[in-house]
């Protein structure tokens, strides 16, 4: 059997044990043992420990459980609604000033969070009752939010970029500086849909019955500014070269705990103990898929499949965006059906060189990635993010969720071709601040 014939079987098996629903990690780890034993015999079972040890075998990856305890600190307290409650009243005089005040601090929750789904649950549950009171339809309301949350992986600190930069010996930092446009210009793009919605329709024109004053604006303030601020802190500290990426998430996620504690007087042992849960929960979760896609990749390097792959996809006779269409689309699918981090892990060691070897900038095609796993995040059949929205609203169908998510899906792909066209929209930042990038 050739190595792409064995590339085949193995992709058909791990996708079946991927659907029987076992964790990915152990899904992965079964398929990368397995597959070691069945080609290579036996002795292959004294790599297996070392691989997954060694992969786990690196600093950077303390930043991961360090942010996850931010976003957790972050999500268990009031700061989602606190957030959706100032935008709201700054944004009032906005037509569809609701459905723009929820696409607003979905970004910042975000960026607080890194999490897709915890934004949709800490903005959700306020912004869509509040948006289907106000007569805004059901689709729109669970729609804009459910994209909204997707933010989450995009906008920096982001868990995506970290495992994108483990994968690929990329610069973290500059992953980070390469999110911060494209996720500033998606928010935009997703405000300025919602806004054309609200004007065609006739949304949100009557619903202006509440007048804010200065001060009840200012009022909203107190507590939201200190957690932006910290996420300000973080990124100079990143940038500022004061702090490296470990050091700077460390600082961030006490930070944040302390302030959730004073801000939202967090004093129960009990609220404590459920963040530490959460983040422990979390955090094994991912070292646990990182180690097995670690033991995976060396699997497909072993019986010579990713070697054989890259070749082959090297000797296409297309052009180099004829390959990323093609790239996109499988990202797409594959992100129809597998979790961001699982994605990320298996296909980044592999599309790595090839990128590089057609002429692209990996930070760029990060960033590529990154949307293309928002997109999967509320894409069927797999699409978290649609069913944290349903769980919040269960009397909107998913058929409903998806119709209002779909617009939002269609600026992804927009974004996308932007970045395509203009690249520099993700390189200028990171080449500005810190320099033209060595690999290119």
Same mark, same amino acid.
């Given at each position: 059997?050739?190595?792409?014939?064995?590339?085949?079987?193995?992709?058909?098996?791990?996708?079946?044990?991927?659907?029987?629903?076992?964790?990915?990690?152990?899904?992965?780890?079964?398929?990368?043992?397995?597959?070691?034993?069945?080609?290579?015999?036996?002795?292959?079972?004294?790599?297996?420990?070392?691989?997954?040890?060694?992969?786990?075998?690196?600093?950077?990856?303390?930043?991961?459980?360090?942010?996850?305890?931010?976003?957790?600190?972050?999500?268990?307290?009031?700061?989602?609604?606190?957030?959706?409650?100032?935008?709201?009243?700054?944004?009032?005089?906005?037509?569809?000033?609701?459905?723009?005040?929820?696409?607003?601090?979905?970004?910042?929750?975000?960026?607080?969070?890194?999490?897709?789904?915890?934004?949709?649950?800490?903005?959700?549950?306020?912004? &869509?009752?509040?948006?289907?009171? +106000?007569?805004?339809?059901?689709?729109?309301?669970?729609?804009?939010?459910?994209?909204?949350?997707?933010?989450?992986?995009?906008?920096?600190?982001?868990?995506?970029?970290?495992?994108?930069?483990?994968?690929?010996?990329?610069?973290?930092?500059?992953?980070?500086?390469?999110?911060?446009?494209?996720?500033?210009?998606?928010?935009?793009?997703?405000?300025?849909?919602?806004?054309?919605?609200?004007?065609?329709?006739?949304?949100?024109?009557?619903?202006?019955? +509440?007048?804010?004053?200065?001060?009840?604006?200012?009022?909203?303030?107190?507590?939201?500014?200190?957690?932006?601020?910290?996420?300000?802190?973080?990124?100079?500290?990143?940038?500022?070269?004061?702090?490296?990426?470990?050091?700077?998430?460390?600082?961030?996620?006490?930070?944040?705990?302390?302030?959730?504690?004073?801000?939202?007087?967090?004093?129960?042992?009990?609220?404590?103990?459920?963040?530490?849960?959460?983040?422990? +929960?979390?955090?094994?979760? &991912?070292?646990?898929?990182?180690?097995?896609?670690?033991?995976?990749?060396?699997?497909?390097?072993?019986?010579?499949?990713?070697?054989?792959?890259?070749?082959?996809?090297?000797?296409?006779?297309?052009?180099?965006?004829?390959?990323?269409?093609?790239?996109?689309?499988?990202?797409?699918?594959?992100?129809?059906?597998?979790?961001?981090?699982?994605?990320?892990?298996?296909?980044?060691?592999?599309?790595?060189?090839?990128?590089?070897?057609?002429?692209?900038?990996?930070?760029?095609?990060?960033?590529?990635?990154?949307?293309?796993?928002?997109?999967?995040?509320?894409?069927?059949?797999?699409?978290?993010?649609?069913?944290?929205?349903?769980? &919040?609203?269960?009397?909107? +169908?998913?058929? $409903?969720?998806?119709?209002?998510?779909?617009?939002?899906?269609?600026?992804?792909?927009?974004?996308?071709?932007?970045?395509?066209?203009?690249?520099? &929209?993700? $390189?200028?930042?990171?080449?500005?601040?810190?320099?033209?990038?060595?690999?290119?």
């Amino acid at each position: 059997m050739s190595p792409l014939e064995m590339g085949v079987v193995i992709a058909l098996v791990t996708t079946l044990l991927l659907f029987s629903g076992a964790p990915v990690a152990f899904a992965m780890g079964a398929a990368a043992v397995g597959f070691l034993v069945i080609f290579d015999g036996p002795r292959m079972l004294g790599v297996v420990a070392e691989n997954m040890l060694s992969g786990l075998d690196d600093f950077t990856l303390v930043s991961i459980p360090m942010f996850v305890l931010m976003g957790a600190a972050v999500a268990s307290s009031r700061a989602g609604s606190d957030l959706y409650e100032a935008l709201e009243r700054w944004l009032y005089k906005v037509p569809g000033s609701l459905v723009i005040s929820n696409l607003g601090a979905a970004a910042m929750f975000a960026a607080l969070t890194g999490s897709s789904p915890a934004t949709c649950a800490a903005i959700g549950k306020m912004g &869509i009752p509040e948006m289907r009171r +106000r007569g805004y339809p059901a689709d729109l309301a669970t729609g804009a939010i459910a994209a909204g949350g997707t933010l989450g992986i995009l906008i920096p600190p982001s868990i995506t970029f970290i495992l994108y930069g483990i994968a690929t010996g990329s610069s973290i930092g500059r992953l980070f500086l390469a999110g911060v446009i494209p996720g500033l210009m998606l928010t935009g793009l997703f405000m300025m849909w919602a806004l054309f919605v609200c004007w065609r329709k006739g949304i949100g024109f009557d619903a202006r019955h +509440r007048i804010y004053s200065w001060r009840e604006k200012f009022e909203s303030l107190p507590k939201i500014l200190p957690f932006l601020v910290i996420i300000a802190g973080v990124i100079y500290a990143l940038y500022g070269g004061i702090a490296t990426p470990s050091e700077a998430a460390g600082v961030g996620a006490a930070l944040c705990l302390v302030l959730a504690v004073t801000i939202y007087r967090m004093w129960n042992p009990k609220d404590l103990w459920h963040i530490l849960k959460d983040t422990t +929960r979390e955090s094994v979760m &991912i070292m646990m898929i990182i180690a097995t896609s670690i033991l995976f990749g060396y699997m497909l390097s072993n019986l010579f499949v990713t070697q054989s792959l890259a070749n082959w996809i090297a000797g296409l006779a297309v052009g180099k965006w004829v390959l990323m269409l093609w790239i996109n689309i499988f990202l797409l699918v594959a992100g129809c059906f597998l979790p961001p981090a699982a994605i990320i892990l298996m296909t980044a060691p592999i599309l790595y060189p090839i990128i590089t070897q057609a002429g692209f900038d990996p930070i760029w095609f990060g960033v590529i990635v990154t949307i293309n796993m928002e997109l999967g995040l509320i894409t069927p059949p797999v699409g978290l993010n649609l069913y944290v929205i349903n769980g &919040i609203a269960p009397d909107v +169908r998913l058929p $409903t969720i998806l119709k209002g998510a779909l617009p939002f899906m269609l600026c992804m792909v927009v974004q996308i071709l932007l970045l395509c066209v203009f690249p520099e &929209i993700a $390189t200028w930042l990171p080449d500005t601040l810190m320099g033209k990038s060595v690999v290119k």
